[in-house]
């Protein structure tokens, strides 16, 4: 295999995804359509990098069983190398419960099972040295979060870190994910995620995280904040140096519509362009772009744009 340009590193899950009319607190709604689609945000973003060819690895565990087969043989396909994916012996294979309405409202439910059995050992420090780019993606309990924060000590500055901690590690605060946002070059973040892992305001949080040594953040809007010009500011990107904002080219109706993954989609889009020595806001355009064919699907890997759907001058 050519040599690795970005390995994933995260938790390998099968994901449930139910699109229900409305998500609600107690009570009944109907399910309006159904999907097991493999998941993992880490795991995502990974598969849709090998979908635009490039090379990448992926580091984690599945159970021994249907699920777990069926999350490699979906990275074998598009050509991620998964032979460090450990296959733990009479485990089950992680699951997520996702619930989504036509709002853009989400509640994921995780169930860690073999994620929670990764250690130490299941790490090949070798392998991940390769890699231009390690993408880290949350576990649900801490012993793989330890073991995340004693692999980035080990990693030289070389090998750049993004990191996407989501909302189960922003709960953690940025005190506990210090560690690993000192080493971090790209921090990966939607805007309830950086408010919460920071306590102010997105704009504030980002400054708060460069500050600690990250050097790149990126900041998804969700449905986007409108300026005054009637512009839908779909990103907020910043760096010691620079900021910009990114803008939605697809008309505000399509930012309605089911949005599972498509976060992850967006740092697919971004590392390619940064792969490329892109400029920051041509990374947050491939975003967009990347963001967009998750966006309407549910399932956080369909509508994956191959190579060939890229527009030229981004290639």
């Keep these: 295999m050519s040599v690795l340009e970005v390995v994933g590193f995260g938790a390998m899950n099968m994901d449930y995804l139910y699109q229900v009319t409305k998500i609600t607190t107690e009570g009944e709604q109907v399910v309006e359509d159904f999907k097991l689609m493999p998941g993992g945000s880490a795991a995502n973003t990974i598969y849709r990098l090998a979908k635009l060819k490039i090379n990448t690895g992926f580091v984690g565990v599945v159970g021994e069983d249907e699920n777990g087969k069926a999350l490699l043989e979906d990275f074998e396909v598009v050509g991620v190398d998964t032979s460090q994916i450990q296959i733990k012996k009479r485990a089950k294979t992680g699951s997520t419960l996702c619930l989504s309405d036509k709002s ?7 169930l860690p099972n073999a994620n929670s059995l990764l250690n130490t050992k299941d790490i090949n420090l070798a392998y991940l040295k390769q890699a231009k780019i390690v993408h880290l993606s949350s576990f649900a309990n801490d012993e793989q979060f330890n073991v995340q924060i004693n692999m980035a000590r080990e990693l030289t500055t070389s090998i750049k870190i993004a990191f996407a901690p989501g909302m189960l590690y922003a709960l953690k605060g940025l005190g506990t ?12 973040t939607n805007k309830p995620e950086i408010e919460q892992l920071t306590g102010k305001d997105f704009k504030a949080g980002a400054k708060d995280c460069l500050s600690q040594g990250c050097h790149i953040i990126v900041i998804t809007l969700g449905k986007g904040s409108t300026t005054k010009k009637g512009d839908i500011i779909t990103s907020y990107i910043c760096s010691d140096s620079e900021e910009c904002k990114i803008k939605a080219e697809a008309p505000a109706s399509r930012l309605q519509l089911e949005t599972t993954g498509a976060g992850d989609a967006f740092a697919a889009g971004f590392l390619f362009g940064f792969l490329k020595g892109r400029k920051l806001e041509e990374c947050g355009l491939l975003g967009n772009i ?3 064919s998750a966006i309407g699907n549910l399932g956080a890997r369909e509508g994956a744009l191959s190579l060939a759907q890229i527009p030229p001058r981004y290639r």
């Design 290 to 292: 990347m963001a967009q």
């Design 104 to 110: 853009g409202k989400r509640a994921l439910y995780v």
């Design 177 to 188: 994910l210090a560690p690993l946002i000192k080493r971090t070059h790209i921090l990966f």
